[in-house]
């Protein structure tokens, strides 16, 4: 039987095994993917946004622009509403413009997010796809369908991997420097490393349903929205537009006291959220029933073999954090492992990817699941007049206070931009504290550890673009001598590319230093106005060579 030999094997070509593998792709390394699933065996009906960060990512891999003409109409309102029924009276509305109406200036809560991508919504079904013919088509990445992992072992040298065919019941062999678990909730390359899982295992359910309804769009007043709360006393839900014409995605949110999905008529349930009689159609594609859960891996390594997306966390999808945290999860260990795999990263590079990942990990778990119990307890004090002829001034009392707790998920500024690196092994902090950050707010910081702030240069193009693909040192005063630092870096075989930059005016206050020195992820890992004294201390710390106690890299 012949082996399959690749760098790194990632199991699961869901949306977070494939950006893993085309970053690493981008990055220069092999990768090959084992997938259950045919080549083209749509995904199911799951994620509904990529949020910013997330769309950074894409951007800089180049499918950015395929994703944006993809999913909803261009000019379908990207708008979270609230009614009384999906066909009712209207309560509050959260306004995000569609792309059509981001290039034409409309204004929303995220239209001034300093990011040159602002979040899409766009189906996991329109998504996906995309995401596997742009990975197919790279050179560096096999995907193998229709295979299914059984077993796995490793060395110094690598990891074995035992797999069979699923359409002809061969066995099958793979050998991999690194093997990356994508396998999702019930991941086996978790269960086989010994990883257990801790938090909340319940913490909502939802009986969801995607159905076919060509006439829902008809009935629903204008403008349109992409997400269509219901509030009212008999049931509260969501129903999300998939593809702007006729499917959509119901969420009938079952209560406390509700423990099975079928505990509720399903029927009945869809047509009191509508807003519709018995006289409405409706076609169910698929029942989507799931829980919520706030779930983290006590770990996510095992020396060769990681854990990346939901086969390392699980919570409920509040704020679109779900697929996005795995997308953040993949990009920071892609240009790890590329790190090491090229030589320039010491074996120690990745001990960052757990201690970075995982505690950002717990925190944006606790805000979905924080975020998740409020907005339960909004819809069980729903009152049982709302939807009264005379109760006008109590619609707009609620819709006020819906505004200002959902805002701040839709348009989740904080969890997009703000989060830190505080405790990473490749860092050089020089003591000044990160900004707090929350779900929907966070400060432009150059504190090592955040992220580097975005601008636009003179020329129009943005910072990010201008970056290197591996570390880029940014100047702001040519008269700087960074000679130094640059001999360090060739000397220990390091990659590091030079940036003059003059920040715009109204980023001045946040650039108060005049070098920093910018990761592969866009973190900032050293600032400081002139080169270290030792500026190979520097570079050994960022690569994660061993840094003799006591010695600071940055003054």
Not at 21 to 46: F, H, Q, T, Y
Not at 57 to 62: H, V
Not at 171 to 193: E, K, M, N, T
Not at 492 to 500: E, H, I, K, V
């Amino acid at each position: 039987m012949s082996v399959t030999q690749s760098s790194v094997l990632i199991v699961g070509a869901g949306p977070v095994g494939l950006t893993l593998a085309m970053d690493l792709a981008w990055r220069g390394i092999d990768v090959v993917i084992v997938e259950r699933r045919a080549a083209g065996e749509p995904p199911s009906v799951k994620c509904n946004h990529v949020a910013a960060r997330s769309m950074e990512i894409f951007r800089r891999l180049g499918v950015a622009d395929a994703l944006r003409g993809a999913g909803l109409p261009a000019d379908y309102p990207h708008d979270v509403v609230y009614r009384t029924s999906a066909t009712g009276q209207e309560l509050t509305r959260i306004v995000i413009p569609s792309p059509v109406g981001r290039k034409a200036g409309e204004r929303g809560p995220d239209t001034d997010w300093p990011t040159a991508e602002p979040p899409h919504r766009i189906n996991q079904i329109f998504l996906e796809p995309i995401l596997y013919a742009h990975a197919a088509a790279m050179p560096q990445i096999r995907i193998v369908n229709q295979a299914d992992v059984e077993s796995f072992e490793q060395d110094d040298a690598g990891v074995t991997v035992r797999a069979r065919s699923l359409a002809g019941g061969e066995p099958l062999a793979f050998f991999a420097r690194f093997l990356i678990g994508c396998d999702g909730g019930r991941s086996l390359v978790r269960r086989q490393i010994g990883a257990g899982m801790i938090g909340d295992a319940v913490v909502q359910r939802v009986q969801s349903t995607y159905l076919r309804a060509p006439d829902l769009l008809h009935r629903m007043t204008r403008p349109l929205a992409w997400g269509n709360f219901s509030l009212n006393p008999r049931r509260c839900g969501n129903v999300y537009a998939i593809d702007g014409r006729e499917t959509w995605l119901v969420h009938n949110y079952l209560n406390d006291d509700e423990a099975d999905f079928d505990a509720v008529d399903r029927d009945w349930a869809i047509r009191t959220i509508l807003g519709v009689g018995s006289d409405f159609s409706y076609e169910i594609l698929s029942k989507e029933d799931w829980f919520g859960r706030r779930l983290i891996a006590d770990r996510f390594r095992d020396r060769r073999v990681f854990l990346c997306g939901d086969s390392a966390h699980i919570w409920v999808p509040f704020a679109g954090y779900g697929m996005n945290a795995g997308i953040a999860d993949a990009a920071n260990l892609a240009w790890l492992l590329a790190a090491h795999l090229k030589g320039w990263g010491d074996a120690a590079v990745l001990d960052a990817y757990e201690a970075e990942r995982l505690p950002i990990t717990e925190q944006v778990s606790h805000f979905a699941m924080n975020h998740a119990l409020a907005v339960a307890k909004h819809r069980r004090e729903v009152p049982s007049d709302i939807e009264d002829a005379g109760a006008e001034a109590l619609r707009r009392s609620i819709g006020a206070r819906v505004y200002e707790l959902n805002v701040q998920q839709y348009c989740c500024a904080g969890l997009n931009f703000g989060y830190y690196y505080d405790r990473s092994p490749l860092i050089a902090y020089d003591g000044e504290p990160q900004p707090a950050y929350g779900m929907g707010t966070f400060t432009p910081s150059t504190v090592p550890g955040c992220r580097l702030p975005h601008f636009f240069l003179p020329s129009g193009r943005s910072l990010y673009d201008a970056l290197d693909q591996d570390y880029t040192l940014l100047r702001s005063d040519r008269a700087i001598d960074v000679a130094p630092l640059r001999r360090a870096a060739a000397a220990l075989g390091f990659p590091l590319a030079l940036l003059d930059m003059d920040p715009p005016e109204d980023m001045r206050g946040v650039f108060g230093h005049a070098l920093y020195l910018v990761r592969p992820d866009q973190h900032i890992a050293w600032r400081g106005d002139k080169p270290p004294a030792d500026a190979a201390v520097l570079i050994r710390r960022v690569s994660g060579r061993a840094v003799p106690p006591g010695v600071l890299a940055a003054e």
